[in-house]
């Protein structure tokens, strides 16, 4: 009985239902995670190396679903109405429905087993002895390949969607038009007046997906062990390890509120109507 | 030589498996260093022609036949690439509503700018800087708004923009659609008088399409009424206006309130325009015309030449131009 | 200048039902004519005649009594598409499977959109102080990312089809309650509301029967598109092992390939036909509901 009501006492679930969320609202504020169950370290031991690897992947990903997302919708927005367009459509509406957790697997046993080019999971190689930084860094890189296309995968789809439709409602504007009219060549009227002002809308759309993305990169580091937020949440279930399930959801809430907030600024950077009201 | 020469011009629109001519046997010509003012209802055909001068026909869009002749060029045989060496370099265009037809992220000045350069792109960008600088002076807009954006614009400066962004390729002919018609009527004069100056001072040619009749007297050394698809009146300014021979050009005239006439003497046109999906039989005006005779109905009158400047398309006249 | 053409001011409607211009069978065939819609239409009936097929087939699908040689066994004469580590046909599990996805996708998007469209309806409608809150709670519910908040909540409460069910329903309320409710916005200056209220008709009747039925095609292709995303969560929660584990569905498929090693071991008739027909079912949703978006506002169709 003693021992129960002492570690009861250790992790703060003595008292009633309210005292101890009360005591959970101050420990928040003043950024006191608390005590793993399972390690009985504390919780921000675990935390922050976690949420740099989550970041890292996240990073990454950005980087890929940028790239061949905008690609895919511009290429789609510019020739709507083709068969060009009607493809990559519904390639990008495909690759949307696809489970990312299952694409992870699919990349594994084609490019990890099949072909044993890349691993199949973790941050770092097993061994871990390196030359130099430069050395671990290109295992890391190794390493980041499959989960960063994972996640990409998934939501270039939902981009490059995004992106087709801002542009196809930009071409019917009378100022693409009159570009022509004046003679300029149709990749700069594309370009310069045509993707710049079609990137506006899809910039806030695709940063409410903030939120998608963490989806992604949780089960992307299930499948891909990597050792991040999602992961360490992931773990945490099967522990039922309350305090690293809630400070990591509480983590990974923060960077998407974090996330939309600076998008929102870096928005009202790119459009002058907004910056002069 | 005329500047442009139009023969015989048809352009159809196809959707749905259904063509809509929207441009029928028109012919026209336009001599250099005149303001010819296009007039019609909106649906009578005069955007298309307008946007067939610049191969900007939307994709749906067909020359079915005729041909287009700018300064011994034939228009409607070039290639798009070909096309890139006419537009904004001889010819421009100012459209209606410059709120759309500005970029609303760029500044005003980079996107005359970033137009010089296209055309001449030896100047250099401070060379360019300088000429964008001479043609926003040029129409009008004080030094210290070249570098805002459209939008902090009034509707007349937008209006100013869109025209110096239409000639800073130096073009030989200005095709202006209905461009003060979004506009209140005092900055409407402005913009008159401004399109006047430069067509005189820069000798250009301007194709002036509007509804509005007030607009073409005052400015246009010749007036073409259009009427579903075809010109049915051509003549000088006075010509048309002290005696238009066309029925619907005469109810035109009529149906603005005029101080002169008085009031309660303006009278609109009984009857919807005519439907370019399935025309009238003969005359496409009939239906709606005060002196229809049997022949109209079966009969679609030729454009007749009375004299160099003066044609209509009426049954009522011979070829001499007096009434039958 | 010409007295050409009919104006349709708002006061001449006629009528008191909303003039609403769209009937189940029309836009049925509108969709039909759609390449895409025809198509998820086609994929959709397949899928619901394979639930129905799959459930009554092999509704007991023999897990018990397999020995180590029935382990893993590839496609071939006997498994058509092989078993996985227990020796269970992958392609009786998958039929089984179709129809947890379907219902527990579609059940938990009823429970998402009736809450939804309540909140949004009301909150669209009646405006004010209540709008303001409801919105403020709405916004609240978007912002929090809803995976970690499903696992959350699902490690916390049983393991069971009804609270998977329950948790996806509860936490996608939100996106269709403020879809919903800007419809509403733009519908409740119609005449036949305006006339409504006129005559006296209370917010609740002028709610059920004016508004709800005007904000139905709306709500339904929000609907459709949302259960795609309800099927691929219950996909996801199952794989991560937050699922009813007494359930096969493809999630579960999937996690119990990965969990016994299978990808590793490049089995890979255990991998991928889940994941393809997941895709393919979600796919269905989504293209209908595009194309119902596409239907319903033509300003938005590709031209």
Known sequence: ?277 | MPLVEINDLQVDYVRDGRRLRAVDHLNLRIEAGTMVGLVGESGSGKSTLALSLLGLLPRNAITAGGTTDFNGIRLTDLTESEWNGIRGRRIGMVFQGAMNTLNPVRRVVDQVVETVLCHESDIGKSGGIQRATELLSLVGIPSDRHRSYPHEYSGGMRQRAGIALALSGQPDLLIADEPVTALDVIVQAQILSLLEELQQVLGLTVLFITHDLGVVARSCHRVVVMYAAEIVEDGTSTEVFEAPKHPYSQLLLQSVPSFVRGRGQSRGIPGAPASLLDPPEGCRFHPRCPNAMDVCSTERPRLKRFSDTRAAACHLYREDGDVK | MSISSVEHTSGFDSGQSPPSGVSSRGIFSALWKMGKGRFGILLLSFFILYAIWGYFAYKNPPLAGHTVEDRFVRPGTDHILGTDNLGRSIWEELAVGAGISLVVGVAATAIAIGLGSLIGITSGYLGGKFDQLSMGLTDMFITIPALPLIIVLAAVLSRGLVTITLVIGLTSWAVPARLIRAEVLTQSQRSFILRAQAMGMTPVRIMRVHVLPTVAPIVLANAILLTAVAVLTEAILAFLGLGDPSLVSWGKMLQTAFSSGATSRGFWWVVVPPGVLIAMLVLSFTLIGNALTEVLDPRRGKR
């Open chain 1, 1 to 277: 009985m003693e021992a129960v009501e002492s570690l009861k006492i250790q992790f703060g679930l003595d008292g009633s239902i309210w005292s101890q969320y009360l005591r959970y609202l101050t420990k928040i504020f003043r950024f006191d995670t608390g005590i793993s169950f399972r390690t009985r370290s504390p919780v921000a031991d675990s935390i922050v190396p976690a949420l740099n690897n989550t970041l890292i992947l996240v990073g990454f990903s950005i980087i890929l679903i940028f790239a061949i997302g905008l690609a895919i919708g511009i290429t789609a927005g510019w020739r709507r109405g083709t068969r060009t367009d009607s493809v990559l459509t519904l390639t990008a509406l495909t690759l949307w429905s696809l489970p990312t957790f299952w694409v992870g697997m699919i990349l594994v046993l084609v490019f990890s087993i099949q072909f044993g080019v890349l691993p199949v999971a973790g941050i770092r190689s097993v061994a871990g002895i390196y030359s130099g930084p430069f050395d671990e860094a290109a295992d890391i890189l190794r390493h980041l390949i499959l989960p960063g296309v994972t996640i990409a995968l998934v939501s270039v789809g939902q981009i490059a969607l995004v992106m087709r439709n801002s542009l196809a409602e930009v071409m019917d504007e009378d100022y693409m038009l009159a570009a022509r009219s004046r003679g300029l060549r149709p990749r700069v009227v594309l370009w310069r007046h045509g993707v710049r002002n079609a990137f506006l809308p899809s910039f806030t759309l695709m940063a409410l997906t903030l939120g998608m993305l963490m989806v992604g990169t949780i089960q992307t580091e299930a499948v891909f062990s990597w050792p991040g937020l999602g992961l360490l949440m992931f773990k945490a279930v099967g522990d039922r390890d309350f305090p690293i399930l809630e400070a990591s959801f509480f983590v990974i809430a923060v960077i998407v509120v974090l996330g939309t907030l600076v998008a929102d600024l870096f928005y009202s950077r790119l459009d002058p109507r907004i910056r002069s009201t």
